[in-house]
């Protein structure tokens, strides 16, 4: 598990996620991803092109948001389609974020299932803008963000999450 | 042989056309589980193979398995499942429900190629045991 936050159970929920990425990322693009570092902020990335966000609920619950420049975004689509990125119009890119989003969310699940943390991932909505405001952070809820490193381009990972179920039962990873 | 791809993505669904016609066979393309299944009630006599994406706006992808193999005018039809989690208690429920296969995403094309001849032999393999 990487060390990202003091709290175990946040700990495991980042490094859930960040492993998604690498992992979902590393399948649509022949350059090295990698997580260099995360960080606790009091306002979430707005600087970025597109924003695919994920809705979690069951033992987890908050908002995971997947923020990218379009040149990245762009080449993603194109690797999924396989097919030329120059080709590709707005709709056919955001199509593309939104698919590459339900695989970090379905890799994601699986993760946390086999941590014991049954969560449910919605349909990843897929904006210009952040779907992250500060108001969604309450009293024991912080935003975090994850900065991976990528030739492709700009990749981020920004979540507000809450574990609501503490001790959650130990199951065997499919 | 005609084969019914129920998928969101556009871009997803083009890649897994690419596939299907690289074996030589016709894709139809749904772009949620209710045009699959509106697809099906019309051409299920043509259809040998239904490949369908769990999550999925509208109706999904389990839902529609579920519609295929309890009515007695599909459930031979073999299904594959393509999924991007791979949560045990997921394929166990779907095969439990009748899926053939399950495909987990992100896949490369040779892996979905080599699924689908493998669910098309055994569909085949049971329906030369039935006829026999």
């Known amino acids: ?174 | 042989m005609r084969i019914l791809i129920a998928e969101d993505s556009a871009l997803m669904r083009r890649a897994i056309v690419n596939v299907v016609g690289k074996l030589g066979h016709e894709a139809i393309e749904a772009e949620n589980g209710a045009s699959a299944m509106s697809l099906l009630r019309k051409q299920h006599n043509k259809i040998g193979l239904i490949i369908l994406d769990w999550n999925m706006p509208v109706m999904d992808g389990y839902e529609v398995l579920t519609k295929v193999k309890t009515d007695e005018r599909y459930a031979e039809i073999p299904v594959l499942m393509a999924t991007s989690a791979g949560v045990k208690e997921d394929v166990i429920k779907a095969i439990k429900a009748g899926a053939s296969s399950y495909i987990v995403k992100p896949f490369k094309p040779e892996a979905l190629s080599k699924k689908i001849k493998e669910v098309l032999k055994g569909s085949h393999g049971k329906q030369t045991a039935k006829a026999n």
Not at chain 1, 61 to 76: F, P, R, S, W
Not at chain 1, 96 to 121: D, F
């Open chain 1, 1 to 174: 598990m990487l060390q990202f936050a003091k709290n175990k159970e946040m700990s495991l929920l980042l490094t859930a996620f960040t492993l998604a990425v690498i992992d979902v990322f590393s399948s649509f693009s022949t350059s090295r991803v990698t997580a260099t570092g995360a960080r606790k902020v009091e306002q979430p990335i707005l600087s970025a092109d597109i924003y695919g966000t994920m809705y979690l609920s069951g033992d987890t619950t908050g908002k995971v948001e997947v923020a990218l420049d379009k040149e990245m975004a762009k080449q993603m689509a194109a690797n999924i389609g396989r097919c030329d990125p120059e080709l590709l119009s707005d709709d056919e890119i955001n199509d593309g974020v939104g698919e590459l989003i339900n695989q970090i969310a379905g890799n994601t699940r699986t993760r946390l299932w086999g941590q014991g943390y049954k969560t449910e991932i919605s349909l990843p909505k897929v904006t210009g803008y952040s779907n992250l405001a500060e108001s969604d952070k309450t009293d024991k809820q912080s935003i975090y963000v994850i900065d991976f490193d990528c030739s492709c381009g700009f990749v981020a990972l920004q979540m507000c999450l809450r574990v609501t179920k503490s001790k959650p039962v130990q199951t065997t990873q499919s």
